[in-house]
């Protein structure tokens, strides 16, 4: 299921003075979509170094029609207002297909 698809990534940038709840938050999700077929693959989560409180979350599904599936589950929308009230700012989404990708062993 998916593999003739394109693999597909969403970006969250967003800001939070609070994010050790927003780890709590991350990982009391991730227990509802963990055994979820349209669950994400692969998620990595990025501080930038240069501005305090900014990070990105990297998140890979095997194809965009599961993260469409994802995006609409009960679960994925009750992360989705419990993150948005630990931003300092509201969270900006970049969608993206995976065009290439090399893993450097």
Known sequence: MGS??????QIIDFETDRIDEMRALAEEGEQGIRDSADGPVRR?????RNR??????VVEFDSYEEAMRNSESPETSKFAEGMAALCTKPPSFTDCDVEDATTFA
């Open 44 to 48: 990595l989560v990025l501080k930038d």
């Open 4 to 9: 003739s698809s394109q693999k597909f990534v």
């Open 52 to 57: 305090p409180n900014r990070y990105l979350v």
